[in-house]
């Protein structure tokens, strides 16, 4: 019998990729990157940066083969701006990106980290140098948010992740206007008891449109005495009705093992914001904030992970 699990997310060597030493301004921490492939194939980054003071700003790398040779803005391309945006004040963190045809920008939802805790807030842009603000669009306590690249049935479609006392569960809601949101459903629910995904999950990098249908990393997190462990598993939606779950694996299928994703400010965490796929369309890059300290990457294929839920899901 063989033993080994497979390996759907290979880690790129040498990781992590970005570090706060490579930022061209001080910075304590890189993590948690939303990803987007440019037309010219440029690979984008938008980084979570977190200065002294402890609030976050996005910050954008770019580089040709998506893997080294970063060109990093010389100074912050997002920055909170609480002045114009109170939900604001205590900074910008973990963008998730979805490109958007029928507007041809980029939806950019991040957390905005208010008076009241954590909110979803979404910008647009054309070029990651001029970003069109519309504020807050889900209010506290809510994070771990995207935008789905086209409308369903006439509605654009965002999924996110609200929290209540005790559990956290990943819901959908619907818009016309991408300003407000209603139609709230519940799209995937954390497990309970010693489940590696109980109590407390989110959505990882914006789902994957694949015929099969909407593929979705997302991440639980067990609480055990030593702190909280940070893993990702897969599901499966309706491509039509994206609340629908058609698959969900049993097993968390990428997790923390390297030092880099031990060792940092947050131990024992992987944090998936971005994904770009390849122009084969089956090769998935995921760039993962590593234990809250830097940027990792690891290679996978989404037909072989389309074929682990096949196989996994109970
Ligand atoms: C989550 C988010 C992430 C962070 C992770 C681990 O709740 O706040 O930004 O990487 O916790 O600290």
Redesign the pocket.
Known sequence: MNTRHPELLRRHNPNPILTAADWPYPVHSV??PGAALLPDGTTLLLC?VEDRRGLSHLCAARSANGIDHWRIDPRPTLVPDPEHYPEELWGI??PRITFVPELNKYAVVY?AYTRDG?GVALALTEDFRRFERLGEIMSPED??AALLPHRIGGQWVLIHRPVSALEAHMWISYSTDLRHWGSHKLMLEARRGAWWDANRI?LSTPPIETPQGWLVIYHG?RRTAAG?L?RLGLALFDLTAPERCLKRGDEWFFGPEEPYERHG??GY?V?PCGCTVAPDGDTLRVYY?AA?MSIALATGSISAMLEWLEQHSG
């Open positions: 993590f948690n979570r963190e973990d957390t954590p994070k771990d989110g997190v909280c940070y400010d947050v965490v944090f904030g809250d």
